[in-house]
């Protein structure tokens, strides 16, 4: 048996797992709880934060419970988050002032439109963050949380508003409201932190009316964020040893840790990311630009695009299509699929991301032959997720210069061999697989191991091994299905 244990919280978009890690780094035992999609008439998406929390403390408890080990050899925590989903609640009580707003949630976008009318405001925006103003960002979702929550004004007038990311959220729960904190990762991800001097921006906090006092104590991604018992669940506390976003957390779990490694987390949406060091990137090609984390007290900069839509296509075709039972049906289905078909699915049903970035756009179906079918539209949707991929790919090599010959690859649609080697083929590139699922929360562990002492950083990688895609595509191809994708997104993009 493991001497000591590592336990890893990922609170993703449609759920969160606790993972045990042993005292090699393997994973030792799993523990998934989901919560619920709320979505309104409007096609606004939250999240209950209260149950998000009750789901934190169940699945941590169940994973000791279903691995029967000593809860007590559990020595540190590390915890990675859905970055961008934004909470607000009281810290005189802890009690949440509303549904979380989630990142893919776009109810702020007139809102943005109103504060982006002057060019210049827009500009200033940029320029400190690194991010187009979007609704994407909390600080859009704390304007309107501010001029939409019932009691807000009151809470701002007594001191005791909190404004966070899920992470922070989170840990104030676990630490009985002792920590009110974020790290460098989350904060870059905000739209009202300053990515040149690492600090929150009081005139990004004038902009969007966001108080600073609101917003929690940024802190290195590898500090002690404070202590938990899990609610009283551990004889004794144990310190939460690091944090990260999520897609940073992947980055980091992949040992993407020097400058030109890139990763892709297939999820509900999609996050491609470029280490490009020490030193700050802005792109020209509609990427964003954040920090990595701030480890050993360097901070590491990152070029990002994201994607709204890529495994929830998936799940579009399945709940309201009926066309698929389960999304692991899609790679046997695509793969009997007629290869000539050119139906193309551009899905822009909040918008489309990066690299485009239009609020505006509308989901898309086009190329469609008379002998389309179930088969080839499941193709279409799995391919849509590795066409959207490529053009961030695209726009990171034009921005950079760098060949970019391989990338690695996490998430539940990292299983879907259609998938990978469709990505492979359409990016001209080396697709690396890791035998884990689980990037996120193994760079969130492996940090908080190694920020304690007790994982060697040299060694602990090796606990994941890797398999390869390779490109096979014929050149010409590959341009041909790349232009008909092109001439998909112009469609939508020009209604």
């Known amino acids: 048996m493991s001497t000591f244990y590592v336990l890893g919280i990922d609170q993703s978009t449609q759920g969160t797992k606790a993972v ?3 005292d090699r780094g393997k994973i030792a035992g799993r523990c998934d709880i989901s919560h619920k999609q709320i979505i309104s008439g409007e096609s606004w998406v939250s999240h209950d934060p209260e149950e998000i929390y009750r789901n934190v403390v169940a699945a941590c408890r169940q994973v000791v419970e279903k691995t029967g080990i000593d809860r007590n050899q559990i020595v540190c925590l590390g915890i990675d988050n859905q970055r961008e989903t934004t909470v607000c609640w009281n810290k005189a009580d802890g009690r949440p002032l509303g549904n979380a707003v989630v990142w893919q949630c776009n109810r702020a976008k007139d809102l943005c439109s109103r504060i982006g009318a002057e060019p210049a405001v827009s500009d200033e925006i940029y320029k400190k963050t690194g991010l187009k103003l979007s609704p994407y960002y909390p600080a859009a979702k704390m304007t309107w ?24 959220w989170v840990l104030y729960k676990l630490t009985h409201g002792v920590s009110f904190k974020t790290d460098y990762s989350n904060a870059s991800r905000t739209q009202l932190f300053n990515i040149r001097e690492c600090r929150w921006d009081s005139g990004l906090c004038g902009i969007f009316n966001v108080p600073m006092e609101t917003l929690p104590e940024i802190c290195d991604s590898d500090s002690v964020f404070g202590y938990t018992d899990l609610e009283g669940y551990l004889e004794k506390p144990v310190p939460i040893h690091g944090i990260l976003g999520d897609s940073h957390g992947a980055l980091f779990g992949h040992n993407c840790l020097n400058k030109g490694d890139i990763k892709a987390t297939y999820g509900t949406g999609s996050s491609v990311m470029l280490n490009t060091g020490a030193e700050p990137f802005f792109s020209r090609y509609g990427l964003s630009t954040s920090l990595a984390w701030k480890v050993k007290g360097k901070v590491s900069y990152v070029l990002e695009g994201n994607i709204n839509y890529t495994g929830a296509v998936i799940s579009w075709l399945k709940n309201e299509l009926g066309l698929i039972r389960s999304a692991s049906e899609t790679a046997e289905i695509a793969g009997e699929a007629d290869p000539n078909d050119r139906t193309y699915i551009v899905p822009a049903f909040s918008g489309l991301g990066a690299p485009w970035w239009r609020d505006d756009a509308r989901a898309l179906i086009t190329g469609m032959s008379r002998t389309t079918g179930r088969k080839e539209i499941v193709k279409a949707a799995s391919e849509c997720a590795a066409y959207q991929i490529n053009d961030v790919i695209d726009a990171m090599r034009k921005d950079t210069g760098l060949a970019i010959p391989q990338m690695c690859v996490d998430g539940g649609p990292a299983g879907d061999k259609y998938l990978m080697q469709f990505q492979s083929d359409i990016s001209g590139m080396n697709i690396r697989i890791p035998d884990a699922e689980e990037l996120s929360v193994i760079g969130a562990a492996y940090l908080a191991g190694i920020s304690a002492g007790l994982y060697d950083s040299d060694n602990i990688y090796r606990a994941v091994s890797y398999s390869l895609y390779e490109p096979h595509m014929d050149g010409d191809v590959r341009k041909e299905k790349i232009a008909g994708w092109n001439k998909a997104i112009e469609m939508v993009i020009s209604r």
């Open 145 to 168: 949380m501010t001029e939409n929550f019932p009691g807000i004004g009151g809470q701002i007038k007594n001191h005791t508003l909190a404004f966070g990311t899920v992470d922070s």
């Open 20 to 22: 045990l890690f042993d």
